[in-house]
């Protein structure tokens, strides 16, 4: 595929990682994310001991296996000084697993097994498409990091209410999934993999599945939280999401969520050698999710964020771009017959392949 210089490159460099409807606090020493507190919006729930209730995953037993399924559709639209709008269109479907492998206290020890992962983009008249299950012979750093990453996983630590505290053997995730790309790559390949999945870290990868619950519990139907966070990578951005509970029907808690993207204080230099700039102006997150009341997991959410920013180049040049983030999350029993979902421990096939990473810079997945 020809180089995408000029204004592909900036679309690449703009595709930043998007927030999604439920993130999950990081720990606190993480510098490049501030968490606010969850705040209540309604009265707190007065005793109704007839009432259903969300519940924590105080019920989760080890041994249990949750096979989940992620997608992220994402659409970037950028004014043109002539002619109609240019776009970049990317999408990517995560198959894992959730194993619950300890409990200590209030803490659940969960295994995050990365099962097989598909992945398109469409810039202009490039266009890529991955399976990690038919891999090319040939791929770019990125595409090997996918790869890599579903034949990976990593353990992580949550608190009663299913909040992430800290995760375990990270450094061999890491490791696991930038094997066989080059060291120069490493930075670029981390930043793409979030931009394609919409996290910015392990923590949101674990708040966009399970993160949505409040901390108190003990909420009824048309009760609300907030919940708040502070991007500062790549590009500044607060969001605030409310969360109210419509109703609880069969052991499921119906969910709907609405969110404001606030404007960043500071404009970001995206491109240092070129000066460009961007700043998030604002936007908006709907969506909605079926959470099970025993053990606190969802069944399915869909959340659609839109942002808007402004792109300022060097000499004051400015133009609009618009992005859309669609994400949608399902819990299911069993995964498709011709593709069962991987084992604890279980041998992965692919494990042993290695294909050819191309060795060129990456200015967009698809290059």
Not at 286 to 304: A, K, Q, Y
């Amino acid at each position: 595929m020809r180089s995408l210089t000029g204004w592909m490159l900036l679309f690449a460099m703009l595709a930043f990682a998007g927030c999604g409807d439920s993130k999950a606090p990081e720990q606190a020493n993480d510098p490049e994310r501030s968490w606010d507190a969850e705040t209540p919006v309604a009265a707190a729930p007065k005793s109704d001991t007839s009432s259903e209730y969300l519940s924590s995953g105080q019920s989760l037993q080890v041994g249990e296996r949750f096979p989940l399924r992620k997608r992220v559709e994402q659409e970037l639209l950028q004014d043109s000084l002539s002619g109609p709008a240019q776009q970049v269109v990317s999408n990517l479907d995560v198959r894992f697993v959730f194993t619950v492998e300890d409990r200590v206290d209030s803490r659940t020890k969960l295994r995050v097994d990365y099962d097989r992962i598909l992945f398109s983009q469409r810039v202009g008249d490039d266009a890529v498409d991955f399976d990690s299950d038919q891999p090319p012979e040939e791929l770019t750093p990125t595409l090997q990091a996918f790869l890599n990453m579903s034949q990976s996983g990593f353990t992580c630590w949550l608190d009663e209410d299913l909040r992430f505290i800290s995760v375990e053997q990270f450094d061999q995730f890491v490791e696991s999934v930038l094997q066989g790309i080059p060291e120069e790559f490493h930075a670029d390949v981390v930043l793409e993999v979030e931009t394609a999945s919409g996290d910015a870290g392990l923590a949101d990868f674990i708040g966009e599945a399970i993160g949505q619950l409040p901390q108190n519990p003990r909420y009824r139907a048309g009760d609300q939280w907030e919940r708040s966070y502070t991007l500062t990578r790549p590009i500044p951005m607060h969001s605030l999401n409310v969360y109210t509970l419509k109703r609880i029907d069969s052991g499921v808690a119906f969910v709907d969520i609405r969110g404001k993207v606030t404007p960043s204080t500071t404009p970001v230099a995206v491109d240092e050698e070129t000066g460009v700039r961007i700043t998030v102006t604002g936007g908006e997150t709907v969506g909605s999710s079926e959470i099970d009341t025993d053990n606190g997991l969802p069944r399915r959410s869909e959340t659609l964020q839109k942002i808007d920013m402004v792109v300022t180049l060097e000499g004051a040049l400015q133009f609009n771009q618009r992005k859309s983030i669609r994400t949608r999350v399902e819990a299911f029993r069993e995964m498709n017959d011709t593709h069962p979902p991987v084992q604890i421990g279980e041998s992965n096939p692919l494990r042993d392949v290695n294909p050819k990473v191309s060795a060129h810079p990456l200015s967009t997945i698809a290059e």
